[in-house]
């Protein structure tokens, strides 16, 4: 149990355009989701956590309205990259928090990876 | 603010060997997780290994042990009988028990090659 997939696992989109990712908790609901960035062969880096039903809090230096979560439901958040410029081009990672209370694992999706032309 | 420092950025070992990889950290809570995360070329993160921190007992999954100091604020992870499998970038985490959110706060990461 506890999968999480994410959708496109690999997308080219050109700049100027916006690309909409996926994060899906398949076997469990999600309380709450994070995104990660990760640049290659660096650590990941919290963008944002989101709650079901309400807004996402950012991490600071985080552009809210470049980057647009959207939790909509217990088992899906969205990640929007609105107006994607080649420095946008990374990987990006989803986890899902099963439960509130107790270790707070979190599972972990596939990742995204995201170039920007 | 929390912070996690893994001094190795790269470490190789023979198959079927034993390696530490190191983790430090800082903290002023006293009530915290702290995991071990392996990122193989699929980049799949993987949970290799959590510790709770009121815990003492140093926790162990198969072949990977930590050997926890809270006071030293240390949490290095061993692994023993070294597979080629283990090849992969790895990440110290910390979490703040107290915290609403679960926030994993990650090393920089050690990669990690095992050599036939």
């Known amino acids: 149990g506890a999968v999480v997939s994410q959708h496109p696992s690999w997308v080219i989109c050109k700049s100027g355009t916006s690309v909409k990712i996926e994060c899906r908790s398949l076997?469990?609901?999600?309380?709450?989701m994070f995104w990660y960035r990760q640049f290659p062969k660096q650590s990941l880096m919290l963008m944002a956590t989101?709650?079901?039903?309400?807004?996402?809090?950012?991490e600071q230096g985080v552009e809210k309205d470049k980057f647009l979560i959207n939790h909509a439901s217990l088992t899906l958040s969205t990640l929007t990259v609105t107006s994607a410029h080649p420095e946008d081009s990374s990987f990006y990672i989803c986890?899902?928090?099963?439960?509130?209370?107790?270790?707070?694992?979190?599972?972990f999706g596939p990742g995204t990876r995201l170039t920007v032309t | 603010a929390q912070t996690v420092t893994q001094s190795q950025p790269e470490m190789s070992v023979q198959e079927a060997e034993t390696v530490t990889l190191s983790c430090t950290y800082d903290?002023?809570?006293?009530?915290?997780?702290l995991f071990w995360y392996k990122q193989p070329p699929s980049r799949q993160m993987i949970l290799v290994i959590r510790?709770?921190?009121?815990?003492?007992q140093n926790a162990t999954e198969n072949r990977f042990s930590v050997n926890f100091q809270k006071a030293a604020k240390s949490f290095s992870l061993k692994i023993s009988d070294s597979q080629l499998g283990d090849t992969a970038m790895y990440f110290c985490?910390?979490?703040?028990?107290?915290?609403?959110?679960?926030?994993?706060?990650f090393g920089k990461g050690t990669k990690l090659s095992v050599k036939p």
């Open positions: 986890s899902a928090r099963r439960g509130t209370s107790g270790p707070y694992e979190q599972y």
């Open positions: 510790q709770e921190a009121y815990k003492q």
């Open positions: 985490a910390f979490m703040n028990a107290g915290g609403s959110q679960g926030n994993l706060i």
């Open positions: 989101s709650n079901e039903g309400s807004k996402a809090t950012y």
């Open positions: 903290t002023s809570e006293s009530n915290y997780y």
């Open positions: 076997d469990f609901q999600a309380t709450t």
